[in-house]
Structure formats: structure tokens, C-alpha cells
């Protein structure tokens, strides 16, 4: 993909809003939008995105899906597996459907739902996430961080900061909004965000609940090239594509 | 004062929420929090900050105040002044009541009104404020930036991450939630602040308006010790208090 003039506009979220425009891009980077990029890694072929445990239930059944999901770093009871990406990483998912139940980054996919496009980014996937959302824009990309509660979370305007910068090096033009200057701060140098994202609050939780090795997992910028892309609406139904050459 | 371990937690909202802690210091560095600390430094006694045009004329009236605000950079009828701060640098305000009308900056004043302390800062008085809010303080501060309509603003994440950084002068431990870790971002060195601010949405607007000056006037960083803080609830009266020797 070459750079070029393309009066894109990129407006950032730091906590889930209504979007209506072309192409939301929604991030949870500890960890719902890192573990689903995991997911597809591993050669899963849908992934549905809930808030409810007993909503997940239900369409495990249905779908004949795995359950994945927890509540506070705690597992729950007949779910085959939590939040963790690392617990995924050396599972084959071929031709497997999950349920994820997650409770901030359902809110973000559902506030973002009126968009034509809704795909899940991290900073594992930031560069072909940042593709994909330019390749599907008509002008307008909203990103949308999934906070903790009614808070804006620091690894999430981190994740922010990444894919933004990463669309800045497709169109270097683009006309961002105050809160995408802000967390662009978070970027650069790259050491920075690691600090950063390191010291977030839910990072710090993670952390006391022993999961640091998801927040290293979450910091690999770029490993995959793996984007989940909504298919269907009702539930919010994801696919993995590859998003563009690296 | 000297610097002690505090056990302060500093909590930031990029945009108005409503706050029951100790002490709000209100943002909104373009213009309402920096008008009113020049407006103070001109000797003014009182300021009523009100959202609404008609409630505006009424107080007016009511407290023989004088009447400054504005719509959309448009002077309104009756008005003696706007929103400019420039306007104020000459006039001898010494023992005058002046109501002003602004809609965000009001707004973040009624959300902060459960605080027992609300000041109201900017960078022209950020040091001033830090140490008063520190002072009123019984263990947390919360910072509450106007922002524009439903959306944060760069300029006053600006004006709190100056408050955060004079904050951490006096009070190095101080645990700052993941908003103010990211408004302390903006504050660092002080060139990027100026450049950050001056790339702010309403701060090219206003350069559009011709008001060009007032963003030069809102980045004097500690040009006063004035701080206008709350003294009657109902309505928002301010009055102007040194806050600590410089």
C-alpha cells in the first residue's frame, strides 16, 4: 500500500460512544481484542463477543461453541477456559467457534455497533488492523477504547495511540480529533508505551492476580497480521482476516 | 511548603462527571477558568459561573453584577464583555460582582459540585492551585476538565496535566489514576505542552475568530497566585484567594 492524500478524519473514543461512521475499530488490549487475535491465530473460525454469562451459555449451546471467559480473574464454573491469551497460544482452534464473554469490550462492540465496519484491534495486531480499517474507510475511521467500568484505561489509549500511529504511516494527512493527539502521545518512542502501558491500573491488577505474561503477550506490536472483522450483527458474530502483507 | 509523603491520590476526568471527593479543581483553559483568574487579578470580588443566557441577565440583575459572556465567539445583547480574558487585562474590576455565562465550563462546575472544595484552575494559575487544592485536601483531588460538548479537550487535558506535574512538586508519591497518568503525558516538557494546546480543536477555532491572543495568555504558566474558589453553592459563587507564596 502506497501513502496518499486521503482527507481521513480519525476520531478516538477513550471510553465506548455511539458510532455511526464507516469503520469502527474497538480495542481492549487487556484483553479481550489481544486474546481474540490469539484466537484466530490459532485457526479459530468465529468468535461471538457477549457481556452475559448466562447469554455465553446459551450460545455455546447453540452455536456448539466453546466458552471462554471470566469474571475478575476468576473462572467460571463449565467454561473451558478464561481471558488469558496466553492460554491459547499453543491450542488448535481449526474449524472451532467460541464464545467470548467479556464484559468492557462487549460494551465497546455493542456502543460501536452502528458502524458498516467494526473490527478488533491491539497492539498485536496494530499494523494490519490499521490497514484493514483504511481499506474499508469512505473517509472516517472512530476507534474505540472499552475502559474498565466508566474509566478511561491507560493500555487501552495505549493500543490507541499504536494503531493510530500506525494509519498515520498509510495517510500522513489524516485530520485527527483532540483525543487521538492524545493518546498519539502514548506511542512515541515505543519504550514509552511499554512504560506506560506497564503502569495502567488493570495492568497493575493483572499482574497481582498472576497474569504479567498476558501484558508482555499484549505489548508484541505487530506479531500477527490476524484481524477480527464482525460478519454478523446479532450477536456480534467475528471472523479472522489477514490484514493486508506485512 | 515542603514536599512529605502524602498518600494523595490524584483522580482525573477528561470530561465532566459528577464527584464526591474532598476537592474539585475545575478546568477549562479555553477560556472559562483562565478568564477568571484574570478577572480576579483585576480585583473582581465576586463571579457567579451560570450556563444560561436568561438565568445569566437575571443574577445580573440581582447582584448588581456586571454581565460577560458569549455564544459561538458572538457577543450577546446586554453583555458588557465576553469570554475573552484579553478583554480584562486593563479594567479595574475592585469591588465588582460579574456573572459569567459559558456552557462547558459550567457544566463542569455543577458536575464537581458534590466536592466540598472546588476551585477553579488553569495554567496561568496552576501552581497556585495545586498547593491550594493540596492544602483543602484530606487525601484525594479530583481534576475536572470542561471539554467541548461530549468531547474531551485537548487544551484543558493540557491545563490538568500542568496541575498533575505542579502537583507531583509538592507531592512526589501521589498515585495517579490512568487519566491523569495520561494528562501528565501532555505536561513534559513545557515546549510540547504549547505545541499539544495549540493543536487543540477550539484552540484553532478560536485562532479563526481572531482570538489568537487569548490561547498566548492561557499558556503563561504561574503568572498568577490568584485561585477563584467556591464559596456559595447555590448559585456557583467564586471568590479569589493567594493560593500560597510563590
Do not use: W
Amino acid at each position: 500500500m502506497t501513502t496518499a492524500a486521503t482527507g481521513l478524519k480519525v476520531h478516538c473514543h477513550l471510553l465506548p460512544q455511539p458510532v455511526d461512521s464507516d469503520v469502527a475499530v474497538v480495542i481492549d488490549v487487556l484483553r479481550m481484542t489481544t486474546t481474540a487475535a490469539v484466537l484466530f491465530d490459532r485457526g479459530l473460525r468465529e468468535l461471538l463477543v457477549v457481556a452475559e454469562v448466562d447469554h455465553a451459555r446459551r450460545l455455546a449451546v447453540e452455536h456448539d461453541a466453546l466458552l471462554l471467559g471470566e469474571r475478575g480473574g476468576v473462572p467460571l464454573e463449565g467454561f473451558s477456559g478464561g481471558n488469558s491469551p496466553r492460554e491459547y497460544l499453543d491450542h488448535d482452534l481449526r474449524e472451532a467457534s467460541a464464545i467470548l464473554c467479556t464484559s468492557n469490550g462487549s460494551r465497546a462492540v455493542e456502543a460501536a455497533s452502528g458502524a458498516s465496519h467494526l473490527l478488533l484491534a491491539s497492539i498485536r495486531n496494530a499494523g494490519a488492523s490499521a490497514r484493514a480499517a483504511l481499506s474499508a474507510s469512505d473517509g472516517r475511521i472512530d476507534i474505540v477504547c472499552s475502559g474498565t467500568g466508566n474509566r478511561p484505561s491507560l493500555d487501552d489509549v495505549v493500543g490507541a495511540g499504536i494503531v493510530i500511529h500506525e494509519l498515520l504511516d498509510l495517510a500522513p494527512d489524516a485530520d485527527l480529533d483532540d483525543a487521538a493527539r492524545l493518546a498519539l502521545l502514548t506511542a512515541a518512542p515505543a519504550g514509552e508505551a511499554s512504560r506506560l502501558l506497564r503502569s495502567a491500573q488493570h495492568a497493575r491488577t493483572l499482574e497481582r492476580l498472576g497474569f504479567a505474561g498476558d501484558i508482555e503477550l499484549a505489548l508484541e506490536r505487530n506479531a500477527t497480521n490476524m484481524v477480527p472483522v464482525r460478519r454478523g450483527l446479532e450477536p456480534a458474530i467475528f471472523v479472522g482476516e489477514k490484514g493486508g502483507g506485512r
